[in-house]
């Protein structure tokens, strides 16, 4: 099964690129499938991770950045693989 962890930030104003160069320096204890990082308006932060394993495994995710960092809390989904069209 593929599982896709989302994980999902925004920076405090202006500091959309701090976050980004951030997110890109986290090492995760184990290296996924894949791993993707996007970018978006008002300095937002998307990183999708996809595993092999079953939707309720132990998975590393990224951690929380630092509060001066972010303007709330890092929003995380966790997503199972129905196939591809």
């Not at 980004?20 to 991770?49: G, H, K, N, S, Y």
Request: charged fraction near 30%; proline fraction near 7%.
């Amino acid at each position: 099964m593929t599982v896709a962890l989302m994980w999902e930030a925004r920076a405090v104003a202006g500091r959309g690129e701090e976050l980004l160069a951030w997110t890109r320096e986290q090492e995760l204890a184990e290296r996924p499938l894949r791993r993707e990082t996007f970018r978006a308006p008002q300095d937002r932060v998307l990183v999708i991770t996809w595993w092999d394993a079953a939707y309720d495994s132990a998975l590393p995710e990224l951690p929380e950045p630092g509060g001066e960092l972010v303007a709330r809390p890092v929003h995380r989904w966790r997503f199972e693989s129905v196939g591809e069209s």
